[in-house]
């Protein structure tokens, strides 16, 4: 049996015998008894197991250390002590021992030192935690555009196509370290051209919205951008929906309703996590997050917000300007203006990205970015370009090479129509979910700057 299975089922096992296999996450012995804080990873909670001489094995179970794997047979009882519940043990046996140099004891770690012990830290609260609301959120995430007709699209991880047009990509190459010193003749690579880990699988992901009507990628992206911020990794995943017949308007009512909808999710599959985490991790999460599922999200064009920022009462760091990205402290101020989160819509074109549907006005493209209360940029996305003449002309103005992305180009060629998509950081999402405020951490292996352990 489970742990989660025998906390769903506590009043019909109660003086019962059941069966459990975990691991000791705390042990205080006695002369004649002892007491073990006992986990098997399928559940938040832990149980106690109590034991006594009456067991044959009580000097070997005496002597486990934390970090042992034990299977366990006794009766469920209720409890003296501060729990409700425990297991009287009828039976012990030791099948994995661990010794006292065990880096996991039962005292409270940095997160930096855990970061160092990668391997063994989803085993503490904090990271059972964590790793249990990234499943969660994931499931939740496809629950909810497989529910509404979406299909899962796997878009490739080597690509020779620079989606976001930055350049900061890892390149794939087996040709030898010397030949890559001079100027490498990719021909004689394996694909016969310069290739790289992906940035996004968009470009992709809007072929196939262009067969299925509504498609999604949800997966791994990279970027060799060298930054050591609290917000950036090398490795992360993105989720990526692309729809066709579907304006800005559309895309950012999908955008609030799946943030809602993974929001509840989580807040309903996790709550004994999201206690934790409102209890030891960010206080008041629990209301930041009920209140975001009520609010209704405000819609705003760029220039607006500017407007909006220039006459606040506030000195800047960074002044804002029309035609100009927004700082951090601008999301911060917009989010606590509007007392909620707020979509901000209609960006200029000259920082946006190519593919973006170009307004009437020439100067500003139908981009999106969701601001959220706490966390700033959650999501961006963007109506796509679907004329053909205006993204060509478009790529041109920027120095692109029209030939190499022909294939994404012909889209507005082969039955073209209204489309649109968005992009969310999937690590980023959990940070806001859980408080948690280190990329590092709420990722399993984090690939950072100098750091690729395991």
């Known amino acids: 049996m489970d742990l989660k299975e025998l906390f769903e089922k506590v009043e019909q096992l109660k003086n019962k015998e059941v069966n459990l296999n975990g691991w000791i ?37 005496s002597h486990s250390l934390v970090g042992s794997a034990l299977e366990i047979k006794g009766v469920l009882v209720p409890s003296e002590g501060k729990q409700e519940i425990e297991i009287k043990a009828t039976e012990i046996l030791v099948v994995g021992t661990c010794p006292e140099d065990y880096p996991i004891q039962p005292k409270r770690h940095t997160k930096e030192f855990l ?15 964590v790793f249990r609301v990234r499943s969660v959120a994931a499931h939740a995430i496809h629950t909810y555009f497989q529910e509404r007709g979406f299909v899962y699209f796997h878009a490739p991880l080597i690509t020779a196509s620079d989606c976001e047009g930055a350049g900061e990509m890892f390149q794939v190459t087996t040709l030898p370290i010397d030949k890559l010193n001079s100027t490498p003749d990719y021909t004689k690579d394996f694909f016969g051209k310069m290739t790289n880990l992906t940035v996004s699988g968009q470009l992709e992901a809007e072929t196939f919205a262009t067969a299925f009507k509504k498609t999604y990628t949800f997966g791994p992206t990279f970027r060799a951008e060298n930054s050591n911020t609290k917000t950036h990794a090398a490795e992360f995943w993105m989720i990526e929906p692309e729809m066709c017949f579907t304006d800005l308007e559309g895309d950012m009512d999908v955008m609030e309703d799946m943030l809602k909808y993974i929001v509840s999710y989580v807040l309903e599959k996790c709550p004994n996590e999201m206690n934790f985490f409102n209890d030891y991790v960010e206080k008041g999460i629990l209301e930041k997050l009920n209140k975001l599922i009520q609010s209704k999200f405000t819609r705003i064009d760029h220039e607006e917000a500017i407007k909006i920022l220039k006459e606040a009462d506030v000195k800047w760091e960074f002044e804002p300007k029309y035609g100009e990205d927004i700082a951090k402290e601008h999301e911060k101020y917009l989010t606590e203006y509007f007392d909620g989160p707020v979509f901000i819509k209609n960006w200029p074109k000259d920082i946006k990205a190519f593919y973006m549907k170009q307004n009437e006005d020439g100067k500003t493209v139908a981009a999106v970015d969701l601001e959220v209360p706490g966390a700033g940029e959650l999501m961006g996305g963007s109506q796509r370009e679907e004329n053909y003449d205006k993204l060509v002309n478009r790529m041109n103005e920027m120095g692109m090479d029209t030939k190499e992305l022909d294939w994404y180009v012909n889209l507005r060629k082969y039955g073209t129509c ?34 690729c352990e395991y």
């Open 418 to 451: 209204i489309h649109s998509g968005f992009g969310m950081g999937f690590e980023r999402l959990l940070i806001y979910l859980t408080g948690v405020d280190n990329i590092r951490d709420v990722i399993p292996y984090p690939r950072t700057p100098n750091n």
């Open 25 to 61: 996450r705390n042990h205080r012995r006695q002369k004649d008894f002892g007491f073990i804080d006992f986990s098997d990873g399928t559940c938040f909670q832990h149980i106690q197991i109590v034991y006594d001489t009456t067991l044959s094995n009580f000097e070997e179970i």
């Open 115 to 129: 970061r160092e012990q990668a391997y063994l830290r989803p085993r503490t609260n904090l990271f059972q935690a």
